[in-house]
């Protein structure tokens, strides 16, 4: 019987992998022109970490963590996501000693149990920002514009940015407890989960997807309309400098965020295209998280985008390889020659195939097609004879004979042949 890969854990072949590649390439350029650097952060980490983090009445710490005992008798978690991780490595490394405004950023694998479905599975990738050290609502507008001109670097006209606040713990409570006396006379209505969370987390009940939901916090009071003033304050300064870069919003009063440690600012880039899982990014301000894992009081604000629901929005485009040359041989004196060129040609930075089976002409020209190779070589008894061979330009159909050393192929490929 064969051993197959587990229940939403999956592979990303050769063809898909290229799209993933090209979309991390992407945040990386984009990312660092904003500043930020990569941070590596383990997939394993102490459950503490997480409960203390994101909160014990979450659904992730509840009911999603992968969380055993190791050999030693430690409590350890699979990272569900990478903020309190990076924030972790943040204190314990003491950063902030050095500087207290950190940009960092992240790609990886996460873990949670959960019903997998279409763009969210129990091993799932994420890529991530956070930068610390600053509460300006600058820094706020900043990241939603990165954010934004990452998106539109892929081509993307889709997802579009929706924010809202939170509010503070200063106003935060008082709103908290409106809601939960207008949920009350509607608690019937709720779904189980948000019936369990309306003590512990009663705002998620905001934005869950079940119909009952929906009808239930129909005309529920909003947290912008709770806001104290500086919270306030902050809001309408983080979108005047958003509209002063022409970065567009809209205003979701609804959101909330599935984890405790998210303060003022929220946001999420939300799509019409991938069904029910309408958010390919989300993230917020956090300026309580530093010091609830031990570190000092410093304000942070970062987001997190989900690698295959991005991958799901570029499913039309195209991003396999396609060799720069194949080489065809006839007879074993040639495949010698086609396999030194190769080599050689290779280590100038071109990518080149051969065929290794001493096939016919006809076989290894199907070979080149299938490869959509942008030149072709045909080597055989003559071209060896007199020291050149024809290349041709499989785009545009030129074709020009060329020397056989490495040099002179490359510099006629460079030139279109």
Same mark, same amino acid.
């Given at each position: 019987?064969?051993?197959?890969? $587990?229940?939403?854990?999956?592979?990303?072949?050769?063809?898909?992998?290229?799209?993933?590649?090209?979309? =991390?390439?992407?945040?990386?350029?984009?990312?660092?022109?904003?500043?930020?650097?990569?941070?590596?952060?383990?997939?394993?980490?102490?459950?503490?970490?997480?409960?203390?983090?994101?909160?014990?009445?979450?659904?992730?710490?509840?009911?999603?963590?992968?969380?055993?005992?190791?050999?030693?008798?430690?409590?350890? !978690?699979?990272?569900?996501?990478? !903020?309190?991780? @990076?924030?972790?490595?943040?204190?314990?490394?003491?950063?902030?000693?050095?500087?207290?405004?950190?940009?960092?950023?992240?790609?990886?694998?996460?873990?949670?149990?959960?019903?997998?479905?279409?763009?969210?599975?129990?091993?799932?990738?994420?890529?991530?920002?956070?930068?610390?050290?600053?509460?300006?609502?600058?820094?706020?507008?900043?990241?939603?514009?990165?954010?934004?001109?990452?998106?539109?670097?892929?081509?993307?006209?889709?997802?579009?940015?929706?924010?809202?606040?939170?509010?503070?713990?200063?106003?935060?409570?008082?709103?908290?407890?409106?809601?939960?006396?207008?949920?009350?006379?509607?608690?019937?209505?709720?779904?189980?989960?948000?019936?369990?969370?309306?003590?512990?987390?009663?705002?998620?009940?905001?934005?869950?997807?079940?119909?009952?939901?929906? &009808?239930?916090?129909?005309?529920?009071?909003?947290?912008?309309?709770?806001?104290?003033?500086?919270?306030?304050?902050?809001?309408?300064?983080?979108?005047?400098?958003? =509209?002063?870069?022409?970065?567009?919003?809209? $205003?979701?009063?609804?959101?909330?965020?599935?984890?405790?440690?998210?303060?003022?600012?929220?946001?999420?880039?939300?799509?019409?295209?991938?069904?029910?899982?309408?958010?390919?990014?989300?993230?917020?301000?956090?300026?309580?998280? $530093?010091? &609830?894992?031990?570190?000092?009081?410093?304000?942070?604000?970062?987001?997190?985008?989900? @690698?295959?629901?991005?991958?799901?929005?570029?499913?039309?485009?195209?991003?396999?390889?396609?060799?720069?040359?194949? $080489?065809?041989?006839?007879?074993?004196?040639?495949?010698?020659?086609?396999?030194?060129?190769?080599?050689?040609?290779?280590?100038?930075?071109?990518? @080149?195939?051969?065929?290794?089976?001493?096939?016919?002409?006809?076989?290894?020209?199907?070979?080149?097609?299938?490869?959509?190779?942008?030149?072709?070589?045909?080597?055989?008894?003559?071209?060896?004879?007199?020291?050149?061979?024809?290349?041709?330009?499989?785009? @545009?159909?030129?074709?020009?004979?060329?020397?056989?050393?490495?040099?002179?192929?490359?510099?006629?490929?460079?030139?279109?042949?």
């Amino acid at each position: 019987m064969a051993i197959t890969g $587990i229940k939403g854990f999956n592979d990303i072949l050769p063809g898909e992998v290229e799209k993933w590649q090209h979309i =991390e390439a992407t945040a990386r350029r984009v990312f660092e022109l904003y500043g930020l650097s990569e941070i590596r952060i383990p997939i394993m980490e102490k459950t503490e970490l997480f409960c203390r983090s994101i909160g014990d009445a979450t659904d992730i710490v509840e009911k999603e963590m992968y969380s055993f005992e190791d050999k030693g008798g430690n409590k350890v !978690t699979l990272r569900p996501e990478g !903020t309190a991780s @990076v924030m972790r490595a943040y204190v314990e490394h003491k950063m902030h000693a050095l500087d207290p405004v950190a940009r960092l950023y992240y790609m990886g694998p996460m873990f949670r149990y959960e019903r997998p479905q279409k763009g969210r599975y129990r091993q799932f990738h994420q890529i991530g920002a956070e930068i610390t050290g600053v509460a300006a609502p600058t820094v706020d507008a900043q990241v939603l514009t990165m954010l934004t001109h990452f998106f539109q670097e892929l081509g993307l006209t889709e997802p579009s940015l929706q924010i809202n606040s939170l509010g503070c713990p200063c106003c935060r409570p008082a709103y908290r407890e409106a809601l939960k006396k207008f949920l009350l006379d509607r608690i019937d209505k709720l779904c189980d989960d948000c019936k369990r969370r309306y003590d512990t987390n009663p705002l998620r009940a905001l934005d869950c997807k079940s119909a009952g939901c929906q &009808e239930a916090t129909k005309g529920a009071p909003s947290m912008l309309d709770h806001l104290c003033p500086e919270c306030g304050d902050h809001f309408d300064k983080t979108r005047k400098y958003l =509209e002063l870069v022409g970065t567009p919003y809209s $205003i979701n009063p609804r959101m909330v965020r599935g984890l405790d440690y998210y303060t003022r600012t929220t946001f999420e880039m939300v799509t019409t295209m991938l069904g029910s899982q309408s958010a390919v990014a989300a993230g917020g301000r956090y300026d309580g998280l $530093i010091s &609830e894992i031990g570190g000092p009081q410093i304000p942070g604000i970062g987001f997190a985008m989900g @690698v295959e629901r991005v991958a799901l929005l570029l499913a039309e485009k195209d991003f396999s390889r396609r060799p720069d040359l194949f $080489i065809a041989a006839l007879g074993d004196e040639a495949h010698s020659e086609a396999f030194r060129l190769m080599s050689a040609l290779q280590r100038l930075g071109l990518a @080149v195939e051969i065929d290794y089976e001493g096939k016919s002409l006809k076989s290894q020209m199907r070979r080149a097609d299938k490869f959509s190779s942008r030149f072709t070589l045909i080597i055989g008894g003559d071209e060896l004879a007199r020291g050149t061979a024809p290349l041709k330009n499989m785009d @545009v159909g030129n074709q020009a004979e060329v020397a056989l050393d490495a040099a002179s192929i490359h510099a006629a490929m460079n030139a279109g042949a």
